[in-house]
């Protein structure tokens, strides 16, 4: 299939590289040149303006935040130059209300908007071993299905608002900054009574909670290893807040999302917002003096 | 080994059970004499007082609060008709406080005392399977730990003072309440936005959270399945007490426990007090109008 | 002095009879007449459109939301209508953001931009009782300062800046929800002890906290009256989100009004938004089973 | 009237002199000597022993601990020497569970026990101006009431069971701790935006909020004038926890006491335990990274 490709950093390329292997026709697009010309040595073909990405039957983005995907004009006037019955693929995390607004600008241009967040860091992305929540019209969905579980381990459709998608996403988010909040609390409560952190995580992540999450990231936490950020402070305090956000539309207390979010602004004041959303867990031991 | 057992409830019965299968000689006593019964069918020796369970080298005790442990008299009384080097296992969840006091009365009488908490509910204590953490004087915890071992398919020794078996069996069951926290909040979220709990749920414990405590406690959030109660609202409120209690002693701020704690009087006033604990994921699901 | 006012809700009526009695000319125009035809009988000129009431040397505007602000258009069309030289005086509670987007669209028009937001119900606006407090560049707040004087009791200028009187008043309506949420809890503590809530809150509000806010919410709270509402939940909750915008963007953990936000959320869903914001006591009680 | 005064530090000095102004026969008794003979000087017997000043027909204790009322024995054995018909007046602020015990104590031997706990500093109480807070049997109360009113500005009485005097003085400190986290938040969040604290404090404190606690706080806050401590920190902690105890008991959600006592811990940690409990406002500004 015909197919185009822009945000190329270490998510998208790895997604990308698994579209070349499976056989696709490839144009990719990308603000720095060096990543679109790696996958142009695979095959793929470099566009020279974002425009020629979207000449195929499919486009993937996965642009970090609103401002590139508007910078780029994907939320409106590079839509004037798209091939008919193009589906966009929207791959980033973003805000419901934006989620919106690029399905109706969308609409407007009779293309088609499938929101399709994933879960899994960049070396999953390169295994082809990504969960991707998929959501969008039903004939949009159905025509990039195919596509999307050839580069994922699972594919999942939350709905045919492509914003569900995104809340799915970030409510799953929310549930990983509560796990490392968690972890945090309860590692410092056995620390300050004479308990060895690191017996205590390695029992629980092999039993009740032998699960990626919890040995990932209690590991990290253990360790107090926080670089080099798999995820940062501030990219997780932007999908808390888009979880806080979405609560408030749809009149959800969340409490804990809250707790987290203050202690993410406070991890921020600290100086960690570069630093992997784990060492909230480093600045819940800091506040025992730890 | 001679091993007597007081406290003959379903965590006790299997426990028991799995130490005759191992071949010890067993001597039991409960409160009530039906549960002591059963065993003596199995091979266990009844006693008619609870003094007899203390004639042997390791006497194991499950009771569920403190008072049941002061009312059989094993924070005193019951110790003067011990035998000589008897070393008493409990295996029960208390506070560090009476952890501390039920070391030092049986120090004084020249007993060994060994904290023995145990992570999972009895049909997990009936296959042996349950995941132990032991803590106590290094002679004491020696002496013990081959039998433990028999019933057990992991054994942690969490340090040379008892309580840190407690420290360490408390944070790990607040870490327990904060996942269904956590769940119940991103449940609640996604379903008002018109997604399918059950989508979000198995998605997220079949990937990042593919651990017992989330496939199992999410089911029962997703369902509103919250009996019987595997440990009720009631069991889990105390134990978070513990940890807040702990985190006093040890200045340790816990705010996610704190804000569990509270949601758990919110739920024993809502009359949920005897259903199962996940049901504080429908407590946040009804305070967003589900 | 020649000025105009739009939005005569009962704060805007209020102020806006002040000015008459103070002498000014004012020009009068309001989305539904009634309003503004009964200043019109107090010796106002009612304007037949928006644009009439820019014409003088200051406009006073009290618009609830920022919709209403955009639908008048003094965002920016109105303002082309405007007399050279005119200092627009925003009274209402508006955010940090809409408040530098205003003053920045006056700006550029060569217009003055005065935030002057109030401290007060409508009674205290109709006897001239207000606090206000006001931020702007110096010399427009120099020249509506008279003004200001005239229509309330004290005025404190706030910085510069014009969102700085908008954070101050958000900050203090903050406060406010706090005080609410704290006597909420302190009452239902006592109640469920059988101690006369009422007697509580006479001795306190006699003593250390006798000022009005402990005094006036602390009486609805007791008798539960929130019914008519002085301010309701939903208005009481917009402010605290301002107060958690503010903070986003400021950087500052604010876990207090975090907890009051979500308890706003709460009311919202129990039906309580149209009540005044004082129910949110009542809302806690009834979490005591109150 | 012949009454005995144990426990002489600031706050009970000057209560008992009052005692003496007022013209009672008083016996008085301190750990150390030297609070006891300034009183002597002022025309009061000094005891040799405690049990001297359970020799009237009213003994007033003000005792800072638990521990301090069981070194002394008030608990029970220096109730032995009690005269008949003696009433126990208890002005320290203890938990509900202490109280109880106490009224029990000295029910059985045949003796009036009455709390009644004082808001009012120093100060205060040396010029008469406390506010009491009294509860036990009401023949107890009637024949106490007199001398309660003449050191005081104000007597009410919460009830007849002498823990309802205490959860009443309880839940006013857990008031006035959340005074302190709100102004510690709202002055971060001013001061953060470029907005004079000390303005912000003024307007507030001399309209909606004018009253002593938030002038005096606020005004410490703002200073960060937080030693000589009128009431530290740890104090302020204690009573918060007595709030939060009783709340336990009495099922009451206080999720704005915990978040309160989660930050008295953190100032304890961060050092500020005996500073004044407006350091909480020190705290809170910290964390912005002010």
């Given at each position: 299939m015909k197919?185009?490709?822009i945000g190329l950093g270490h998510m998208g390329s790895g997604i990308a590289a698994n579209l070349l292997k499976s056989g696709h026709e490839l144009t990719v697009w990308n603000r720095s040149s060096a990543p679109a010309?790696?996958?142009g040595e695979k095959g793929a073909h470099v566009a020279h303006a974002p425009k020629e990405a979207l000449q195929g039957e499919i486009l993937f983005s996965m642009l970090a935040t609103d401002s590139a995907v508007r910078d780029v004009g994907l939320d409106g006037p590079?839509?004037?130059?798209?091939k008919t019955g193009l589906v966009h693929v929207n791959l980033a995390t973003i805000s419901i209300?934006?989620?919106r607004h690029l399905a109706q600008a969308?609409?407007?241009k009779g293309l088609g908007y499938v929101a399709a967040p994933v879960f899994g860091r960049s070396d999953v992305a390169a295994a082809g071993q990504l969960?991707?929540?998929a959501a969008g019209a039903s004939a949009s969905v159905a025509k990039v299905r195919p596509v999307l579980e050839q580069v994922s381990r699972r594919l999942a459709v939350a709905g045919e608002a492509p914003e569900q998608a995104n809340l799915f996403k970030i409510a799953g988010n929310f549930m990983l900054a509560a796990?490392?909040?968690s972890m945090g609390e309860a590692f410092?409560?056995?620390r300050k009574g004479g308990v060895d952190a690191q017996l205590f995580q390695d029992v629980l992540s092999q039993s009740l909670f032998a699960c990626p999450v919890y040995q990932g990231y209690g590991n990290a936490i253990v360790n107090a290893k926080f670089e080099p950020a798999g995820f940062s402070v501030k990219l997780g305090m932007k999908d808390v807040r888009l979880a806080l956000d979405a609560a408030r539309e749809l009149s959800v207390p969340l409490p804990l999302a809250s707790l987290v979010h203050d202690h993410f602004i406070e991890a921020t004041v600290a100086g960690l917002g570069d630093k992997d959303w784990a060492s909230l867990g480093g600045l819940v031991a800091s506040k025992a003096g730890l």
């Open positions: 197919i185009g490709f010309e790696a996958l590079l839509l004037e130059h798209a209300d934006f989620a969308h609409d407007e969960t991707i929540i796990a490392i909040e410092a409560l056995v």
